[in-house]
Structures are given as structure tokens and as C-alpha cells.
């Protein structure tokens, strides 16, 4: 169904050309059909562009049916090696000629006739704009199951923490090259494109455009059930990439308490065995730092988990030393003087140790190592 809407701003503001960038994987049905809708809106409001097919080398055809086409516009690019929409979408970006890019589906889910309206958006001063299902006047085909809405809504709902935008999931977008150019380190795990380019280009300025969203007519969806587990795995790293200080601290907090349980577990171990205190105190800390140490390394700071571990090790006791003394010597204190000989008496003064070191580190860096005379003004 062509979209009905009425366009009635200017023309003559279509002057930058627009490159469309269609990722494709067996849709040689759809090619002549979404070429014919371009077409038509082309013609009506006299655009500049050029349609690029990013073809996953699907053989059914598709290449022989743009050529067949006549538009000298319209491209296909057949790409070797693995299969991958949002990889297929990034080479279309780099390959395309035109300032404007758009990303659009081939199977005529997204609606060509909204391209106009989403151009003016981006005139308007958007950085990108999305073809949005989710905001008013937006809507999808009716016969979408409860399944697949509620599949969409929580996809949705996981992204809030990184984008207000209501519709992020859409494939139909559009941004200036400019903007697509200045993205780092883009590496985009399954086919939420347009949420890694608002995360990685760190846009602020999203606006959406509604539009209806039409069930395919012909040949077959391509996200399976494994593309979407992916899904998680990219919001870990959006998150990592977004959030990094705060994810760190809070995987580093984790960490810092499991080294509690490791300490107080290894000391009431060691003391059953029958070890003076002195030595099971100095055995629980000395465990716990080395766990903590090991999943910090692995988990918290993966990142640098192939590099040498010793001198990483050196590093991360001689960090942590003072803390560890002063832990030791409030323990022994604590147990020798304070405490007496109740049953759980040793636990709780490595207990108290464990909050004496930390208190230690938190007040020597807060009063000493970051104290306000050192901070220009
Ligand atoms: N090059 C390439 N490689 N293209 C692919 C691949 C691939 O591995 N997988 C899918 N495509 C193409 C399809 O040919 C189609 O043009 C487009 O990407 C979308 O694929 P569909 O299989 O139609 O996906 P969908 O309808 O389930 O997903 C749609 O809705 C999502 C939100 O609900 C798409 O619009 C997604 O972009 C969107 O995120
Ligand atoms: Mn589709």
C-alpha cells in the first residue's frame, strides 16, 4: 500500500543527494518491487539518489534482477565471506556516494514514501532520524502475534538506559554521512544497527517519523531465534561502551565481595585446622586478595587479561598494600584486645580488618591523594 501522506513543504530542499542502503539476503521477489516504489517517489519530488543492494551472496538471482531493472541509480553489492546485516549495512555506509544515508529493508516492511518526510526532519537539525513504529501515527500490520510485540517491547525497554528514542530496533533510518563518519570502534553483533550507530556516534538528536510497518509478502524472515540471543551480547558491550566507569566500579564491587566470603571462608577453614590466628587472618587476606585479583583480571578488566600476570599482580598488591596492612593490623588488634575468645570471635575481627582497610583506602584517597589543595582551579 502506497502511503497516503501529503508532502507540502518545499522541493527545491531536496538538493542533497541520498543513498539507500538496502541489506539483502534472498529477496530477489522484492528488488523490482521496492525499486518500483523508489522509482515513482523519485520521479514525484525529482530526488537525487542511488539505491545500494549489500547482497550476502544469496544466488537466487538478485543480482540479474537489479541489472534487469534499468536504473541507473540502483547497485548491488555482493559481498564474500560471513553473512551479516549490520556488517552488509556499515559497507553500504562506506561505499555510498551521496551525504545522506539511508538504511531501509527490501521487503517492503519500511515504507519508501516517508523518505521525504525523514529528510526534512534531518534538515530541521536531527542528527538521525528513524522510521518509528512507536510513536503517534506510527503502527505496524495487525496481525502481529502477542509473541512478537511483546518480543519488540522488552528488546525496547532493554535499550532505555541508552537511548530515549521509542523505536530504536527500526531498520528504516537515516543520517548524514558526516555524522556516520565520526563513529570509532563500531562492531556491531547482529542487526541492531541503528542503536550501535546511536551509542557508537554518540548522537543526540534522534527524532522519529512514524511510519506503518507492513508485514513482508514474499519470501521469508532471516532473524532466527539465535540472531536475537545476540542481541544480548550487544547490549553488553553498548552498555560497557556507554556506561564504562560505572560498569567497571560495579563489576569491581562484586568482585570486592566475593573476596569477603573468600577471606572469612579461608580464615574458619584455617582456624578449624587449628592454626594460631595470627596466621589464619594472614591467610584469609592473603587468599582473598589473589582471588580478587584473578577475577578482576578476568572479568572486571578483561581487557587486558593477555598481559603479563605478574607484573599485573605486583602492580595490584603494591596498590592495594597499605590497605592490606592496615586490614591485618585492625584484625590482629581487634582479636587480641577487643573481641575476647567468643566462637566467632576471629571472624568478626577479620571482618572489622576488612572494613578498616577499605575506610583506609577510601579516607587516604579522598584526604591525601585527592585532596582539594591539588585541584586546579
Ligand atoms: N546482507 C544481508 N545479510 N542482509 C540481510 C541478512 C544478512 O545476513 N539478514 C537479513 N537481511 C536483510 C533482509 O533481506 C531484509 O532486507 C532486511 O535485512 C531485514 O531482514 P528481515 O528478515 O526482513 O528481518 P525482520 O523483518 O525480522 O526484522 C525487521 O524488523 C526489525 C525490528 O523488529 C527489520 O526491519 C530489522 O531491521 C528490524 O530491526
Ligand atoms: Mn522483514
Known amino acids: 500500500m502506497i502511503s497516503q501522506d501529503h508532502y507540502p513543504l518545499a522541493r527545491t530542499r531536496f538538493t542533497a543527494g541520498i543513498s539507500i542502503i ?68 556499515i559497507d553500504g555506509f562506506r561505499a555510498a ?37 512507536y510513536v503517534p501515527g506510527g503502527s505496524t500490520d495487525d496481525d502481529w502475534g502477542f509473541w512478537r510485540w511483546i518480543n519488540s517491547r522488552i528488546a525496547t525497554l532493554l535499550a532505555r538506559p541508552l537511548t530515549q528514542v521509542r523505536d530504536p530496533m527500526s531498520g528504516f533510518f537515516a543520517l548524514r554521512k558526516a555524522d556516520f563518519d565520526q563513529a570509532r570502534d563500531l562492531n556491531p553483533v547482529g542487526y541492531k544497527i541503528a542503536l550501535e550507530l546511536i551509542v557508537k556516534c554518540g548522537l543526540e538528536n534522534v527524532g522519529e517519523v512514524p511510519i506503518h510497518f507492513s508485514d513482508r509478502v514474499h519470501g521469508v524472515s532471516k532473524l532466527t531465534f539465535r540472531e536475537q540471543l545476540k542481541y544480548i551480547q550487544h547490549l553488553r558491550r553498548l552498555y560497557l561502551h556507554r556506561f564504562a566507569n560505572a560498569m567497571y566500579m560495579a563489576q569491581f564491587l562484586v568482585v570486592g565481595a566475593s573476596g569477603v566470603v573468600v577471606n572469612l571462608s579461608v580464615l574458619s577453614l584455617l582456624k578449624w585446622a587449628g592454626l594460631p590466628d595470627m596466621l589464619c ?30 607484573k599485573q599482580f605486583a602492580g595490584f598488591v603494591g596498590a592495594s598494600a597499605v590497605g592490606m596492612a592496615v586490614n591485618y593490623g585492625v584484625a590482629l588488634y581487634l582479636n587480641a584486645h577487643v573481641l575476647g575468645a567468643g566462637p566467632l570471635s576471629l571472624q568478626f575481627a577479620a571482618l572489622g580488618g576488612i572494613v578498616a582497610g577499605m575506610l583506609f583506602n577510601f579516607l587516604g584517597s579522598r584526604y591525601f591523594v585527592f585532596h582539594k589543595r591539588f585541584v586546579k582551579r
Open 22 to 89: 538496502v541489506p539483502t539476503y534472498r529477496e530477489v521477489e522484492n528488488i523490482p518491487l521496492l525499486l518500483a516504489r523508489i522509482d515513482a517517489l523519485r520521479r514525484d519530488r525529482d530526488l537525487t539518489l542511488e539505491v545500494l543492494f549489500m547482497d550476502d551472496d544469496s544466488r537466487d538471482g538478485s543480482i540479474e534482477a537489479v541489472e534487469r531493472s534499468g536504473f541507473d541509480w540502483a547497485r548491488i553489492i555482493v559481498r564474500q565471506g560471513p553473512r551479516g546485516l549490520s556488517a552488509a549495512v
Open 281 to 310: 587472618l594472614a591467610g584469609g587476606i592473603a587468599v582473598s586478595v589473589i582471588t580478587n585479583f584473578l577475577l578482576n583480571r578476568r572479568f572486571t578488566f578483561s581487557y587486558a587479561k593477555d598481559r603479563p600476570i605478574l
Open 97 to 133: 556516494r551521496y551525504p545522506v544515508l539511508f538504511c531501509m529493508d527490501c521487503d517492503l516492511s519500511h515504507p519508501p514514501e516517508r523518505i521525504p518526510a525523514m529528510i526534512l526532519a534531518l534538515d530541521a537539525g536531527q542528527q538521525m532520524v528513524i522510521g518509528s513504529r
